[in-house]
Every structure is written in C-alpha cells, then in structure tokens.
C-alpha cells in the first residue's frame, strides 16, 4: 500500500489509495470527492471561468507568436486566403437579401486590386482612405488594399467638411476611395484635395468627372487573378495596417494606429468569447469603428463563420434580422443605440437564437431589462480603446462589469489604478512626485504599462497628442504608462467596472463626442461669442446628449436658423448640441463651471437663461418650454 501512494499521481489519489485499511474513512474521503466541485465552486466561484479564459488566452498568445516568426510574416489577409481554401462556398456576408460567400468576396477583392493597381497606380506602403458606408465593397476594398500592401484609413460617413478634411491629411493619404452616396461630402472639399494633389475614386460609379475618378468599369473588366505575395512583401507585425478614428479627450477626431500585431489580436476578441465558425454574427454598427470592423468583420474571418450586415442601425427591424439570418452573436453596442424601450414590443420576445452579447458601455439596469425581456443572453463585456495597451474582458457575464482581472491579465498587461484629482483633472501625485494606488473597490484612473510588447502606438500626425496620453514617473523615476483618461473601479471579487471618463469627452448613441471640436463649430456662427459644450443625461436613454451654455457678441440676439444651419452643416447628428442656453456675458472672472452646468441638465423650471431646443422638423432652435420638457422626458419627443 505505501509502495502505491508513492506513485499516486495527484494528492488525492493517495489519500484513497491509503484510505482502504478502513471502510470508514474510504467513504468520508469518496464523498468528500463528490463535494469536491461543489466546494471549490463555493470557494472560488469564478475559478473556471478564469480557466478557461486564461486557457484560450494563452492560445491566442501563441498564434499570434507563431504568425510573428513566420517568414513571410502571416497576416490577416493571409489568414482570409486561408479561410477561402477551407470553406469556399460558406457565406461570408449577408446583406440586403443577397449573400456573398468566402470565394466571392475574395474575387472582388483581387478585382478591386488588380483595378488599383493598375488605374491608380497602388503600391506597397501606400496610405489610402476609404469613405464607403456599410455595404460588402467595404470588405472587398479593405482586402482589396490589404493584398497590395496598403494602408487603410477608414474614414467617418459621418464627418464632413473642416473634420473630414482632418482626418484625410493627419493619415498622409494620396488616394481616396468613396462610394458614390458619399460624393457630395468629396465635393465640398474637393478644392482643397486638389491642392494636396489626391487623387479621388468612385468605386460604384462610371460617369467620371475630370477631378473625381469613376472606376466601377475598371473593377468590372479586372482580372480575378491573384494577387503576388511579393507585392506585400515588406508587411511585417509591426506595419501599420489601418487608421482607426477615435474622437478621445480633445480635439478633431485622432487616427489611431492599428499595426498588423493589434489587427489579428482583435480579432481574437470573438475566439476569446467563445464564438465558433457555426455562428452568424450581426454587424449593424459601422465599419469604420473598432467594434465593427476589428471584432466584428475580421473576427469573422478568423473564426471562419458569416455575418450580416446592415447599412444602418435599426431599432425597429433588430429582432425581425435576428429571426430572419438566425442570429446568434450580436455586439451589445447596439443597446446604446437603442434602449429597450424603443425595440419595439412584441410578444415573441423570445423567439429568436442570439446568445452572445459582446460589447461595452452598458448600464447595469439596462442589461437587467434586457436579459429579462429577450431571454437567456450570455453577455461578454469588453473594456479597451483602440489605441489602448490594456483590455479587459468580462468572460464570466458578471452584470454589470466590464471585465475581470486576472493572473494572467495582471501579467501581460501591467496596469493599476491611480487616485486622481477630478477639479484639477490630473492624477493625484504623493509628496514624492508619485502616483498613488487607490484602495480597492475606489475608483481611479486606469493606466498601463508601456512595453515593447504592448506598446501605445499612438495617433498618425499627432506627436503632441499621442504624447500627453504618456504618463511618466508614475510609481518609479523614468517609468513610462497609457493613460487611459477613464477611471475604473475593481471590486474585491476582481470585476472591474467602467465608472466614468475624464476629460471634454461625452458619448451619445455609442459616439464619443469631443466638446472642443463642437464649440470650434459654434464659434463659426456669427452671433456666438463663446460656446462652452457638454453633455447631459437624459433618463431613459444611454449616455449624454450634446448642449451649449453660450453667450451672445455684444449687443446681438440669438439667430436659432443661422445656427441649425452650422450646426447641421458641420456636425453628425450625434455630435449637434441639441439644447442651448443663453448666458449673459461673462464678465471678469465669472465662469460657470461645466460641473455645474452638467448638474443643471436642461430642465427649464431649474435653469433662469433662456433655453433652446434643435428641432430638425422646422431647421431652427426652438424655444424649449416646460411642455416640452415632459415631452422629452416622456419619450414622445425622440431624441
Ligand atoms: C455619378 O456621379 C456623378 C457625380 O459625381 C453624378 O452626377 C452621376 O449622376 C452619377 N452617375 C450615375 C450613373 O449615377
Ligand atoms: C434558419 O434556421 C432555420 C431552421 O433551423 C432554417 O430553416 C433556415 O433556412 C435558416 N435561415 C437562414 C437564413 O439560414
Ligand atoms: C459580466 O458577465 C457576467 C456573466 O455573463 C454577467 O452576469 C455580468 O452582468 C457581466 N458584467 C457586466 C458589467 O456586464
């Protein structure tokens, strides 16, 4: 017997092996077996959930290692081939009721290069921006460009003029590729693309004028061939692959970096969450966000399954496309979009296939109403920036937090909490000079480790931007963090919960809304001396709405056309400041704080300054009356 527990293979199995001598203990310790699980799930309840995480966490690690040391270097294009090979026929995308499969998409997308090529001239490195809205030419340019070593800029459909123009020259582009709805947007800066000698492209388009390039023949007469590795030869894991825009804490929107490395660790995000090639995944957020296309399309294309797409968000035909496409996955970003009151009522609730929910942002309370509404949903929540070197992802569907620390995660993202000094909006420093490390369950502002293997890349054409999201001597003299700008707060279980953002950023329906580039907008109109923007909460409904305190040029009165005209002129829908508020000129040092302000709301029977509400209905700010106010409040006045 003692010749046995020496080789027993695991501690427990020697204690039964001894066990024998005595009837008694055998069963005590058999039994005390068959609680095992059931023990250790009271002990440690998420203790499989952080298995399995940290299992396929360490999986994608070692691909993404593997991808690295290959010569060629593998790339997602590389992995799309792939996938092609193994599944042909499989649909890849469902759109508009046609669907298009692997071996479709990848003939258009060698056309679309092959077309490049040859009519623009395309060549490795090349930096090209691509203004398409949400249609399966989005997928084939991409790969299109990506085949020739390219670069890709996704630009905002909804952004025009002074933005768009921005975002065009911080990416250094030559070329731009629009679709033809888009072309009135081209046109309003066409001159000053001109000057920068760019070239523009319509993809869906023939009728070419001298300055703006159909090329929708040139596609169609391509060949389909296959394009040569070696056009892309030099693609390496730290080339830049795309420019993703962000609008963060300041500012007209940044173009974030995103390297081939960050390319395929995105799209990881849906293997992470336990999606598999069977699924059908629902894309109805915007390609040109991280969300849509890095976890959305590309996951897609690594995990091998289908998605559908739609041009726009839908509250109304949300469950109606679920039913139809036999849905499983979906990204929760869209409950923002949509808050459950407004997806319509019906009562086959729960006949639909959906879940997977993965995504960020959400209320408790709204997945609460959810979940009880639309049935047994596994929620997978997601925290991380696209140009962030930290991530969190909430693998246990904890309501609620937006992800979980763990070993592992502690390991390869080395981050903290730090106390920080909402008045001043900075971090809190010691009497030394050094951060301080809140106590846990307190929120603090996240900041992570910059390291050679998760660096911050920054923003293209930004130095000074990409430089105050760097934090240094943080706990030691030299040392070097991203500084998220939000402030998280992680519970003694290790969730980690989003508690706010620092800074002149507010976000409405699923957009990050910079104030400063709204009040530069305001400023243009001619009766506006200073516009001090913010955003409100409105109950009921996600987020904030966009609002204005400003004061009037001397001796001027407010002109409510003029100013609907700029503002829906210049700014997407979700960036126009919907109420306005009209202070009397600041005089000396008095400065309404915008904590106040945000305190305030738009409630007229608290707020004495006149208050003016943007009605789209009758292109001018309207005065905004208490009726009005329990129209909103009520929801019938959409916001
Ligand atoms: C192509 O675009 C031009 C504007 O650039 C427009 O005038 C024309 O109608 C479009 N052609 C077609 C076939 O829609
Ligand atoms: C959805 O599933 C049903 C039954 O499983 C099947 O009959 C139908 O063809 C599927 N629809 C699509 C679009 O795949
Ligand atoms: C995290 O995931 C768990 C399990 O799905 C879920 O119950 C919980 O609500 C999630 N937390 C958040 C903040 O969504």
């Given at each position: 017997?003692?010749?046995?527990?020496?080789?027993?293979p695991?501690?427990?199995?020697?204690?039964?092996l001894?066990?024998?001598?005595?009837?008694?203990?055998?069963?005590?310790?058999?039994a005390?077996?068959?609680?095992?699980?059931a023990?250790?799930?009271?002990?440690?309840p998420?203790?499989?959930?952080d298995?399995?995480?940290i299992l396929?966490?360490?999986?994608?690690?070692?691909?993404?290692?593997?991808?690295?040391?290959?010569?060629?270097?593998?790339?997602?294009?590389?992995?799309f081939?792939?996938?092609?090979r193994?599944?042909?026929?499989?649909?890849?995308?469902?759109?508009?009721?046609?669907?298009?499969?692997?071996?479709?998409?990848d003939?258009?997308?060698?056309?679309?290069?092959n077309a490049?090529?040859?009519?623009?001239?395309?060549?490795?490195?090349?930096?090209v921006?691509?203004?398409?809205?949400n249609?399966?030419?989005?997928a084939?340019?991409?790969?299109?460009?990506?085949?020739?070593?390219?670069?890709?800029?996704?630009?905002?459909?909804?952004i025009?003029?002074k933005?768009?123009l921005?975002?065009f020259?911080?990416c250094?582009a030559?070329?731009?590729?629009a679709?033809e709805?888009?072309?009135?947007?081209?046109?309003?800066?066409?001159?000053?693309l001109?000057?920068k000698?760019?070239?523009?492209?319509i993809?869906?388009n023939?009728?070419s004028?001298?300055?703006?390039?159909?090329?929708?023949?040139?596609?169609t007469?391509a060949?389909?061939?296959?394009l040569?590795?070696?056009?892309?030869a030099?693609v390496n894991?730290?080339s830049t692959?795309?420019?993703?825009?962000t609008?963060?804490?300041?500012?007209l929107?940044?173009?974030?970096?995103v390297?081939?490395?960050?390319?395929?660790?995105?799209?990881?995000?849906?293997?992470?969450?336990?999606?598999?090639?069977?699924?059908?995944?629902?894309?109805n957020?915007?390609?040109?966000?991280?969300a849509g296309?890095?976890?959305?399309?590309t996951?897609?294309?690594?995990?091998g399954?289908?998605f559908v797409?739609?041009?726009?968000?839908?509250?109304?035909?949300?469950?109606?496309?679920?039913?139809?496409?036999?849905?499983?996955?979906?990204?929760?970003?869209?409950?923002?979009y949509?808050t459950?009151?407004?997806?319509?009522?019906?009562?086959?609730?729960?006949?639909?296939?959906?879940r997977?929910?993965?995504?960020?942002?959400?209320?408790?309370?709204v997945?609460?109403?959810?979940?009880?509404r639309f049935?047994?949903i596994?929620?997978?929540?997601?925290?991380?920036?696209?140009?962030?070197?930290?991530?969190?992802?909430?693998?246990?569907?904890?309501?609620?937090?937006?992800?979980?620390?763990?070993?592992?995660?502690?390991?390869?993202?080395?981050?903290?909490?730090?106390k920080?000094?909402?008045?001043?909006?900075?971090?809190?420093?010691?009497a030394?000079?050094?951060?301080?490390?809140?106590?846990?369950?307190e929120p603090?502002?996240l900041?992570?480790r910059?390291?050679?293997?998760?660096?911050?890349?920054?923003?293209?054409?930004?130095k000074?931007?990409t430089?105050?999201?760097r934090?240094?001597?943080?706990?030691?003299?030299?040392?070097?963090?991203?500084?998220?700008?939000d402030?998280?707060?992680?519970?003694?279980?290790?969730?980690?919960y989003?508690?706010?953002?620092v800074?002149?950023?507010?976000?409405?329906?699923?957009?990050?809304v910079?104030?400063?580039?709204?009040?530069?907008?305001?400023?243009?109109?001619?009766?506006?001396?200073?516009?001090?923007?913010?955003?409100?909460?409105?109950?009921?409904?996600?987020?904030?709405i966009?609002?204005?305190?400003?004061t009037?040029?001397e001796?001027?009165?407010?002109?409510?056309v003029?100013?609907?005209?700029?503002?829906?002129d210049?700014?997407p829908?979700y960036?126009?400041?919907?109420?306005?508020?009209?202070?009397?000129?600041?005089?000396?040092?008095f400065?309404?704080?915008k904590?106040?302000?945000?305190e305030?709301?738009?409630?007229?029977?608290?707020?004495?300054d006149?208050?003016?509400?943007l009605?789209?209905?009758?292109?001018?700010?309207i005065?905004?009356?208490?009726?009005?106010?329990?129209?909103v409040?009520?929801?019938?006045?959409?916001?």
């Amino acid at each position: 017997l003692f010749y046995t527990v020496v080789t027993g293979p695991s501690g427990i199995l020697e204690m039964v092996l001894v066990a024998p001598i005595n009837m008694y203990v055998w069963f005590t310790l058999l039994a005390g077996l068959a609680f095992l699980p059931a023990i250790v799930k009271t002990l440690f309840p998420y203790l499989f959930h952080d298995c399995v995480y940290i299992l396929r966490a360490i999986c994608f690690g070692l691909r993404i290692e593997i991808y690295k040391r290959k010569t060629p270097f593998y790339s997602m294009v590389d992995g799309f081939g792939d996938a092609v090979r193994k599944n042909p026929h499989k649909t890849l995308i469902h759109f508009e009721g046609k669907t298009y499969s692997y071996l479709d998409v990848d003939r258009e997308s060698n056309k679309v290069a092959n077309a490049l090529r040859k009519v623009a001239g395309l060549k490795e490195g090349d930096t090209v921006a691509v203004f398409l809205g949400n249609e399966p030419a989005f997928a084939w340019t991409w790969l299109g460009l990506a085949k020739l070593g390219c670069v890709a800029a996704l630009l905002n459909f909804n952004i025009r003029s002074k933005s768009l123009l921005h975002c065009f020259s911080c990416c250094g582009a030559k070329v731009l590729i629009a679709c033809e709805e888009l072309c009135g947007a081209v046109e309003e800066i066409l001159p000053a693309l001109k000057e920068k000698s760019v070239s523009v492209y319509i993809i869906n388009n023939d009728s070419s004028t001298e300055d703006i390039k159909g090329i929708r023949q040139a596609i169609t007469q391509a060949s389909d061939d296959p394009l040569p590795r070696s056009l892309r030869a030099n693609v390496n894991v730290r080339s830049t692959a795309l420019y993703i825009y962000t609008s963060g804490t300041t500012g007209l929107p940044k173009a974030a970096m995103v390297t081939q490395e960050r390319l395929w660790a995105a799209s990881f995000f849906q293997g992470l969450c336990g999606v598999t090639s069977e699924d059908v995944f629902y894309i109805n957020l915007p390609l040109y966000h991280s969300a849509g296309f890095l976890i959305g399309f590309t996951g897609c294309i690594e995990r091998g399954n289908s998605f559908v797409l739609r041009r726009k968000f839908s509250a109304s035909q949300f469950w109606d496309d679920c039913r139809k496409y036999n849905i499983t996955v979906i990204l929760s970003f869209v409950i923002i979009y949509a808050t459950i009151t407004i997806i319509i009522q019906r009562n086959n609730d729960r006949d639909h296939k959906v879940r997977l929910a993965i995504g960020n942002g959400v209320r408790e309370e709204v997945w609460n109403e959810f979940l009880s509404r639309f049935g047994n949903i596994y929620v997978m929540e997601l925290y991380g920036a696209t140009e962030g070197n930290v991530v969190f992802l909430n693998y246990t569907s904890k309501v609620g937090a937006v992800g979980r620390d763990n070993i592992l995660q502690k390991h390869i993202f080395p981050h903290a909490l730090i106390k920080f000094d909402i008045e001043k909006e900075e971090p809190l420093r010691n009497a030394a000079g050094f951060c301080v490390p809140v106590t846990p369950g307190e929120p603090g502002l996240l900041v992570a480790r910059i390291t050679t293997k998760y660096p911050f890349v920054g923003y293209a054409g930004n130095k000074q931007l990409t430089e105050k999201k760097r934090l240094r001597d943080v706990f030691e003299k030299g040392d070097l963090y991203f500084n998220s700008g939000d402030l998280l707060r992680i519970d003694h279980e290790n969730f980690v919960y989003f508690h706010d953002r620092v800074g002149d950023t507010f976000r409405w329906k699923g957009e990050n809304v910079a104030t400063t580039e709204v009040s530069g907008i305001l400023s243009m109109v001619d009766c506006i001396e200073e516009a001090n923007v913010y955003g409100v909460t409105v109950k009921g409904h996600e987020g904030r709405i966009g609002m204005a305190a400003i004061t009037l040029k001397e001796g001027r009165v407010f002109d409510c056309v003029n100013t609907c005209s700029v503002v829906t002129d210049y700014l997407p829908v979700y960036a126009r400041p919907r109420f306005i508020r009209i202070q009397v000129r600041f005089t000396g040092t008095f400065k309404m704080k915008k904590v106040k302000l945000v305190e305030e709301g738009f409630n007229p029977a608290i707020i004495q300054d006149p208050l003016y509400f943007l009605d789209l209905t009758v292109k001018k700010y309207i005065p905004f009356t208490q009726e009005n106010y329990n129209s909103v409040i009520s929801g019938e006045i959409k916001l």
